[in-house]
């Protein structure tokens, strides 16, 4: 099988950007990339939901044709999993529907078919899942503010390791933190398949001022190891979705 | 457009009909039964009976869904989730939804069960559990979401049932749905791959929340944190040997731990277990009374339809010896 690899970056802050480039824009020029952008925002334990300034986090996400979640930190390591997982399908559920339409046309989607059929277009794109390769960039907030969630914020990551690495295809993860102390963004652990060492990452962090979110992704685009084009992997499944549905 | 995840719940109310656009069956909805990640499950009348329906915004997870019902219909001769019903379109006011309609299945959640219980009900219905795993686990799926709020006890006789499919995953797979007390990757002590051990942990984890109602969080968490919760309680002091082994991933098959568990409770007091063991031997030929009335109703269906033909052959005989009578009469 020839497989492919779905790119994503996980953006996790706290707050609102308030330098540099529109982070909503760079979100954009991710899609066109094929990079998914999904962004995770964490709420102190006395603020509630919609108070604050998160919206845009949906509004990054969205444009970047990822998935987004706020959330306290203590509910950190689901949300982390869920997350990457719900935009893994997501962005192979598009792909499918795209190859749909162009077989199918008439802007036929999956929704369009009848409920049979569409279960088994929903048994490739969970075989896809399982098998397809993953880069996730991790891109984390340390502004002053993150400073007592760094803990959390490092176990969950750890756990969404142990959930990716139950699946066949291969990982890669890399860790970048914003601001640095020079860049943008600092490497806090390159590419690796596993998270295991990451006990030791968090702790040379000095938690700043400003939250240069546009600049901090429009770097971490440019980071993930240059490979084919994704829509290779999906030749393989022509034969499921022959039969129209109409 | 993908509009996966952005899409508000729909609410029903109870009186609200909905139709599937492909099959035009009609539900009326009769109450809310819960409401998930993914959906909500209402309980709504169908043509004949009651049944459960579950909608929701989200396609994917939705289909995934059904799939692993379909599945769990074909092990022969068993009812191991709720049964499958249809699924279809929702054509409302926002759009199509899509919904699937299975089996209500009736019954109590495993801890309301046991509060008018004696204590060995819970080992024999732990043993029921096990042997539904082992069919389960034979046929490629793993349930992966196992917890006292996805199991139910329907009856009398009374027979555990399971609720969620969310979590099912094929054998091999990385496990869908989990909830993190059950996971043996919260604790540290596996990974998330759907295997039979996988389960396993989590039949062990049922066992110590039945010791601890609330549970309790992680702290530096693996066996010795486990351990130290079973030492503490001396109800669950007993089960240790089966724990360690549960929690270890050491049983190679449910079939093992629920042998390991009967030896238990037969140790224990013979005479009791004795007793106490019948009703799960009773209930097993009575799981599935659906599918028997089923039959006999089939069966009436049946002789019915002998009788009219019965009827129709008198009729046609009588007629043509008529007609020879006529005949004859003429000439």
Known sequence: MSKGTLKQILLITD????????????????????IAINVIGILSQNEAYGEHGLKEVEDIAMSGRGVSQIVYANQLAQTVKMVTQKAMTQTIHGMINKELTHI??????????????????????????ETVNLEVLILVDISASMDDKLPTVQESL???????NSRTGDNQFAIYAFPGKKQSIERLMDWTPQLDTIGKVFKKISTGGITPTGPALQEALDLFPERRSKRKLLGEYDEYIEESGS | MMNTSKNPEVKLTPGDIIVGKWNRNQYTILRELGAGATGTVYLARGNRSKVAVKVSHDTLSITSEVNVLKHLSKVQGKTLGPSFIEMDDWV?????????VMEYVQGESLFEF??????????????QLLRDLTDL????????????????????????????????TMIGRAIKEYTEFFDRGYWGMGSRKAESTYDLFAVGMIIINYAYPKRFDKKEGGWNQLQKAIDQNRWLKKY??????????????????????????????????TTACRPTRKSSPSVSPPVSQNGRYKGKKMKKRRHMTETVLIFLFLLVFYVVYLMGQTM
Request: charged residues 30%; neutral net charge; proline residues 6%.
């Open chain 1, 15 to 34: 707050g609102c950007s308030n330098h540099g480039e529109d982070p909503v824009a760079i979100a954009a020029l991710a899609r066109e990339k094929g």
């Open chain 1, 104 to 129: 199918l046309g008439d802007e036929k989607q999956m929704e369009d078919l009848p409920p049979d059929k569409r279960g088994q277009v929903m048994e490739v794109v969970d075989e896809i899942g």
């Open chain 1, 158 to 164: 750890l756990d969404l390791s142990i959930s990716l």
């Open chain 2, 92 to 100: 409302s006011v926002k759009g199509a939804l899509p919904f699937y």
């Open chain 2, 114 to 127: 046991m509060r008018k219980r004696k204590e060995e009900w819970f080992g024999i219905l732990m043993m």
């Open chain 2, 137 to 168: 686990h034979k046929s490629g799926w793993v349930f992966g979401d196992l917890k006292p709020d996805n199991l139910l006890i329907s009856g009398p006789p009374p027979k555990i049932r399971w609720l969620d499919v969310g979590g099912t």
């Open chain 2, 240 to 273: 240790r040997a089966i724990l360690y082994k549960a929690l270890h991933g050491h049983y190679s098959s449910a079939e093992q731990m629920r042998e390991d568990l009967l030896k238990h409770y037969s140790a224990k007091s013979s005479v009791k277990t």
